[in-house]
T-cell receptor
Framework: DVKVTQSSRYLVKRTGEKVFLECVQDMDHENMFWYRQDPGLGLRLIYFSYDVKMKEKGDIPEGYSVSREKKERFSLILESASTNQTSMYLCASRGPRPNEQFFGPGTRLTVL | KQEVTQIPAALSVPEGENLVLNCSFT??????LQWFRQDPGKGLTSLLL?????REQTSGRLNASLDKSSGRSTLYIAASQPGDSATYLCAVSPHFNKFYFGSGTKLNVKP
């Protein structure tokens, strides 16, 4: 059974804290993605990575960075969390075929 | 930039009814279109993918159609069941690693 796992389901942080969200996939996929999901706005792409140490900005990269040191792990970093980064964060990985896209269960982050 | 709109935002129907969910997009230059299902507290599950050269795809009680020229797709659910209750998301892809998502239709099927 293919799996994308995320390190936390719920997270509460304070403004200004550095936050790490971890995503791990066990499918040997090269492509991994971080999205945020907000009511009425759908999913918006923050960053994606197409190989180890390779990354590209998505539509809303401001305030975020990413790290991909190993193929199976893709980390999203909030350098200094702000209240407008309160959201649901979804990680996905994608295989070589268009319909081989799998999502993790999401991390609901609240920044106080 | 591609804009994806889903109407209605929420829908409540009695069990057994056939229903249609709508998705519209502004740029017809797409690589494919995909319908996803999202259950509360869970990630997205792919339901159907339509390549840009295709007009429709079917899986069980689900049928998705694509009309690129008019910028529309529909997801048809036959004989709806309470287990179909979820949020349905449409995503348009202009190329392999890029998706634009709609904000979803929240479906409630009443027993």
């Amino acid at each position: 059974d293919v799996k994308v796992t995320q390190s936390s389901r719920y997270l509460v942080k304070r403004t200004g804290e550095k936050v790490f969200l971890e995503c791990v996939q066990d499918m040997d996929h090269e492509n991994m993605f971080w999205y945020r999901q907000d009511p009425g706005l759908g999913l918006r792409l923050i960053y994606f990575s197409y190989d180890v140490k390779m990354k590209e900005k998505g539509d809303i990269p401001e305030g975020y960075s990413v790290s991909r040191e190993k193929k199976e792990r893709f980390s999203l970093i909030l350098e200094s969390a702000s209240t407008n980064q309160t959201s649901m964060y979804l990680c996905a990985s994608r295989g070589p075929r268009p319909n081989e896209q799998f999502f993790g269960p999401g991390t609901r982050l609240t920044v106080l | 930039k591609q804009e994806v709109t889903q109407i209605p935002a929420a829908l409540s129907v009695p069990e057994g009814e056939n229903l249609v969910l709508n998705c519209s997009f502004t740029d017809s230059a797409i690589y494919n279109l995909q319908w996803f299902r999202q259950d509360p507290g869970k990630g997205l599950t792919s339901l159907l993918l339509i390549q840009s050269s295709q007009r429709e795809q079917t899986s069980g009680r689900l049928n998705a159609s694509l009309d690129k020229s008019s910028g529309r797709s529909t997801l048809y659910i036959a004989a709806s069941q309470p287990g179909d209750s979820a949020t349905y998301l449409c995503a348009v892809s202009p190329h392999f690693n890029k998706f634009y998502f709609g904000s979803g239709t929240k479906l409630n099927v009443k027993p």
